[in-house]
């Protein structure tokens, strides 16, 4: 069965560094990789989609990449804020199922 | 606009007893629609999907059900719950046409005692 791993469960970085969080899949590449951001006791709520016939995909301070040689993505937070802490998750959607599948978060923390 | 509606909020139930979840998407036809777990401090479980009305995929087996009695209802059930229920359950619809982005409800905390 497919699986998506997010190697780190937890990550701290300096307000203002860039964050870079991983992704990595198994077996075949889905139509959609997908990057979520959920708060405490909240549902994820959807930031950026990239195809797989993309390879980067930019929106303000975020940036995804997407290879699918090494099935991974990449997804960075530049001049990073207290405000971005949160957990990310990532989510694979294969279109032939049209479920969405979701890796474990990573938890990030943002100090002033 | 669309939206997503899920209830009740939180939820105590004992062992034994039975379980309801509903959820509900307005301004939009024939949705995908899902069924998430999230244990405490984990990632999302898939529980269910749906594509149409009466269409149901089982992601993993286990102590619930799913039903879609209607286009834009999704239900999730048991009839018997396990201490292992608890967790944070969350609804979540996705267009049928451009398949790709989920929206989600604002979950249900369900503690089975």
């Known amino acids: 069965s497919q699986k998506i791993e997010q190697n780190s469960e937890a990550l701290n970085i300096q307000e203002g560094k860039t964050a870079t969080l991983t992704c990595n899949y198994t077996?075949?590449?889905?139509?959609?990789l997908q990057w979520y951001r959920q708060d405490p006791g909240r549902g994820p709520v959807f930031l950026l989609l990239?195809?797989?016939?993309?390879k980067e995909k930019r929106k303000e301070r975020l940036k995804v990449t997407f290879d699918t040689t090494l099935k991974q993505s990449l997804f960075h937070i530049t001049a990073s804020q207290p405000a971005d802490s949160a957990t990310y998750l990532c989510?694979?959607?294969?279109?032939?199922?049209?479920?969405?599948?979701f890796g474990s978060g990573t938890r990030l923390s943002i100090r002033p | 606009s669309q939206t997503i509606h899920q209830w009740p909020a939180t939820l105590v139930q004992p062992v034994g007893s039975p379980l309801s979840l509903e959820c509900t998407v307005e301004?939009?036809?024939?949705?995908?629609l899902y069924w998430y777990r999230q244990a405490a401090g984990r990632g999302l479980q898939l529980l269910f999907y749906?594509?149409?009305?009466?269409?149901i995929s089982s992601e993993v087996p286990q102590n619930l059900s799913a039903s879609r009695p209607q286009d834009r209802q999704f239900i999730l059930s048991s009839k018997k719950l396990l201490l292992s229920d608890s967790g944070f359950y969350l609804c979540?619809?996705?267009?049928?046409?451009?398949?790709?982005?989920?929206?989600f409800g604002q979950g249900t905390r369900l503690t089975v005692v």
């Open positions: 979540a619809w996705s267009s049928d046409r451009t398949n790709t982005e989920a929206f």
């Open positions: 077996n075949y590449s889905p139509a959609y």
């Open positions: 990239i195809r797989e016939n993309e």
């Open positions: 989510a694979l959607l294969y279109s032939s199922a049209s479920k969405i599948i």
């Open positions: 301004g939009t036809s024939n949705p995908n």
């Open positions: 749906s594509v149409g009305i009466g269409q």
